[in-house]
């Protein structure tokens, strides 16, 4: 059986504190909190990392950002 990973932002968690919305990076799959929520940690996530794109992780949104190009695309 394959454990489900949580809705939420595990660096949000760790401090206490609460997320907006959610990205995943399509590099390594981490799920972190968007540029509108006070800590920023996906985009903290890839400058650090290098990782250049995310997804959004709210549900019945599809589309990816690109943090090197700053565009964004729909699938």
Do not use: F
């Amino acid at each position: 059986m394959k454990l489900q990973k949580k809705h939420q932002c595990d660096e949000c968690v760790k401090t206490g504190d609460t997320w907006v919305h959610l990205r995943t990076c399509q590099t390594c799959g981490a799920t972190l909190c968007c540029d509108s929520s006070d800590n920023q940690h996906a985009s903290k996530h890839a400058m650090a990392t290098g990782h250049p794109v995310a997804i959004s992780a709210e549900p019945g949104e599809q589309w990816a950002w690109c943090y090197v190009d700053e565009q964004i695309v729909g699938y």
